[in-house]
T-cell receptor, first 111, second 116 residues
Framework: SQQGEEDPQALSIQEGENATMNCSYKTSINNLQWYRQNSGRGLVHLILIRSNEREKHSGRLRVTLDTSKKSSSLLITASRAADTASYFCATDAGTGNQFYFGTGTSLTVIP | ETGVTQTPRHLVMGMTNKKSLKCEQHLGHNAMYWYKQSAKKPLELMFVYNFKEQTENNSVPSRFSPECPNSSHLFLHLHTLQPEDSALYLC???????????????FGPGTRLTVT
């Protein structure tokens, strides 16, 4: 299937450290998005990177996209306890409103 | 607040009950979605509506029946559900897909459904 796969499944770091999560996908995309979900709540959009972009920044977030490797990474710098959440990548296959999500990376930031 | 509301937030229903989930978006979007989120599984897209017209139905069992009376409201009618249907049901909205690709989706807080 097209769905993205996040790696690692779980990540635990100390406050102030950087957190890196990876996403791999299988077919060509128009863009890739990262979302965050706090426990039992809806997803919140973080950043969108288009297939012709290689890197994008938003505050403490840095996203890279390598279409040749069909992979993306999300870097959260200077992590805070409030960053504790699950992070998902979502891809589209350019066929309409179909978005494919992975199972997510569960990030725990220890104060 | 994301501009997408869902009610109820929690629902417990028996397998013979009929209930409905409601979603409303205040963002002026033209596309709305239902997702199912089960533990340890990827978020599953169930239905997509563009301008009130259903465009995607990802092999969802007929015991789930969507309704989109206008671009701001989306319902999911439930009847004769199974215990394995227990999950978090998320509604989302977005602008329609353009030639440049998809737009970000805005999610509601979800309805936690438990089928007994």
């Amino acid at each position: 299937s097209q769905q993205g796969e996040e790696d690692p499944q779980a990540l635990s770091i100390q406050e102030g450290e950087n957190a890196t999560m990876n996403c791999s996908y299988k077919t060509s995309i128009n863009n890739l998005q990262w979302y965050r979900q706090n426990s039992g709540r809806g997803l919140v959009h973080l950043i969108l990177i288009r297939s012709n972009e290689r890197e994008k920044h938003s505050g403490r977030l840095r996203v890279t996209l390598d279409t040749s490797k069909k992979s993306s990474s999300l870097l959260i710098t200077a992590s805070r306890a409030a960053d504790t959440a699950s992070y998902f990548c979502a891809t589209d296959a350019g066929t309409g409103n179909q978005f494919y999500f992975g199972t997510g990376t569960s990030l725990t930031v220890i104060p | 607040e994301t501009g997408v509301t869902q009610t109820p937030r929690h629902l417990v229903m028996g397998m013979t009950n009929k209930k409905s989930l409601k979603c409303e978006q205040h963002l002026g979007h033209n596309a709305m979605y239902w997702y199912k989120q089960s533990a340890k599984k990827p978020l599953e897209l169930m239905f997509v509506y563009n301008f009130k017209e259903q465009t995607e139905n990802n092999s969802v069992p007929s015991r789930f029946s969507p309704e989109c009376p206008n671009s701001s409201h989306l319902f999911l009618h439930l009847h004769t559900l199974q215990p394995e249907d227990s999950a978090l049901y998320l509604c989302a909205s977005s602008q329609l897909v353009s030639l440049a690709g998809s737009y970000e989706q805005y999610f509601g807080p979800g309805t936690r459904l438990t089928v007994t």
